[in-house]
C-alpha cells in the first residue's frame, strides 16, 4: 500500500474491493470508474486524497464506503 497521502481515489475506492471480494481486477477497474461519476467526482480518479477539496473528499469517502 502506498503512503496514505500520496492514495488516489481509485485506489482507496478499489482497496476494499480487493482485499473483501473476490471481484476480478477487470469488475473492480469497472466498479472503480463508475463510483466517483455517481458522486461528481468524474475525472478524479487519478488525484490524490490531498488534492481533493474539503467537500470532494467527503464524497470521496463515501464514495469508497458504497463501493
Known sequence: MKN???IT???????????HTRKSETEIRRI???KP???G???AGR?????L?????TR???TARSA
Not at 481515489?9 to 482485499?19: Q, S, T, V
Open 53 to 57: 477539496r474539503r467537500h470532494a473528499q
Open 32 to 34: 472503480v470508474h463508475e
Open 41 to 43: 467526482l468524474a475525472g
Open 4 to 6: 496514505t497521502e500520496a
Open 9 to 19: 481515489l481509485f485506489d482507496n475506492i478499489a482497496f476494499p474491493l480487493r482485499e
Open 37 to 39: 461519476e455517481l458522486t
Open 47 to 51: 488525484l490524490a486524497q490531498r488534492d
Open 60 to 62: 470521496a469517502a463515501w
